[in-house]
Every structure is written in structure tokens, then in C-alpha cells.
């Protein structure tokens, strides 16, 4: 199982960045799929999560109404768009998946939000 992150960058207050995660070695349209982030002196917290079918998706009330998380099956793809994004926002943003009782997570990719 690999799941490989992109589309972090250095953004200002108020901008926005899509990132990317794309799965390999298994079925990705059978797992459940999410995005966590870890802040320098923090811990990782669940960002957004959304479920195989689409059907389910659940955010961090710091990130509702301006993250949205989708997925493309086809491509073995899970996206989140962020926006109106705020310095706090600044973290590494990982992608996960579970699979047979094992967690699965990218290498991280930074995100940077600062004028």
C-alpha cells in the first residue's frame, strides 16, 4: 500500500491550495479515506474524512464550510480543497487509509499559510 501527497505549498491569509493523494497496491475504491494534519509542537488531528461510496464525508469544525474533500475512484484519487485558508492552517497534511486493522499514511506534504 503506498499513498503519495501533493500540492502543498506557501500561500497567503485568505488563499487556497488543492491537494492531492493518489493510492497504489490496493483497491481504492473499497476503503474509506482521510486527511489529517500535524502543526509544529501538535499532534495530528482528523481534518476530513469521506467514505468509499462519497456518500459520508465529516470535517473538523475548524475547516467546516471552507475544506471540502472529494474522491475519484477511477483514478485512485482523494483531493482536498481548502480555502479561504488561515495561518493557523499551517501544517504537514497527510492522507490515510485502513486496510485489514492496518493503518496507511503518506509522506506529508507542507502546507504553509503566511503573507
Known amino acids: 500500500v503506498q499513498l503519495v501527497e501533493s500540492g502543498g505549498d506557501l500561500v497567503q491569509p485568505g488563499g487556497s491550495l488543492r491537494l492531492s493523494c493518489t493510492g497504489r497496491?490496493?483497491?481504492?475504491?473499497?476503503?474509506?479515506m482521510s486527511w489529517f494534519r500535524q502543526a509544529p509542537g501538535k499532534g495530528r488531528e482528523l481534518v476530513a474524512a469521506?467514505?468509499?461510496?462519497?456518500?459520508?464525508?465529516n470535517y473538523a469544525d475548524s475547516v467546516k464550510g471552507r475544506f471540502t474533500i472529494s474522491r475519484d475512484n477511477a483514478n485512485n484519487a482523494v483531493y482536498l480543497q481548502m480555502n479561504s485558508l488561515k495561518p493557523e492552517d499551517t501544517a504537514v497534511y497527510y492522507c490515510?487509509?485502513?486496510?485489514?486493522?492496518?493503518?496507511?499514511w503518506g509522506q506529508g506534504t507542507q502546507v504553509t499559510v503566511s503573507s
Open positions: 490515510m487509509t485502513k486496510r485489514i486493522g492496518v493503518t496507511y
Open positions: 497496491g490496493f483497491t481504492f475504491s473499497l476503503y474509506d
Open positions: 469521506i467514505s468509499r461510496t462519497t456518500r459520508n464525508t
